[in-house]
Nanobody, 128 residues
Framework: QVQLVESGGGSVQAGGSLRLSCAVS????????MAWFRQAPGKEREGVAI??????RYADSVKGRFTMSKDNAKNTLYLQMNNLKPEDTAMYYC???????????????????????WGQGTQVTVSS
């Protein structure tokens, strides 16, 4: 069983930055899909950034402000979040899947079902 542990969440004012980390217990050989999702109270989980077949994509709401990266030596995923806005307030989750897959057209809403391993989440709160 692969374990994912997120950290780095917190409370910031609008315009601030946070870097989320996701430590993965192990990666097997192969081309993993990786992603960050978020879920605000009363809303469905949505994709924020995803790396699968076709490369890395970002939701329109975060494009230009968020950057997903990976440190292979540390088995850690990152989500750098700059110029945060109150609407970014949510619980953030990292997720992986041990292969790539064709990205759904509406991947922001539909890609969560492809991922088999999830972290416990880290809260991000942005005040105005």
């Amino acid at each position: 069983q692969v374990q994912l542990v997120e950290s780095g969440g917190g409370s910031v004012q609008a315009g601030g930055s946070l870097r989320l980390s996701c430590a993965v217990s192990r990666f097997q050989n192969g081309r993993y899909s990786m992603a960050w999702f978020r879920q605000a109270p009363g809303k469905e989980r949505e994709g924020v950034a995803i790396d699968t077949s076709g490369g890395t994509r970002y939701a329109d709401s975060v494009k230009g402000r968020f950057t997903m990266s990976k440190d292979n030596a540390k088995n850690t995923l990152y989500l750098q979040m700059n110029n945060l806005k109150p609407e970014d307030t949510a619980m953030y989750y990292c997720a992986i899947y041990p292969t790539s897959f064709p990205l759904p057209t509406d991947w922001v809403r539909e890609s969560a079902r492809f991922f088999s391993d999830w972290g416990q989440g880290t809260q991000v709160t942005v005040s105005s």
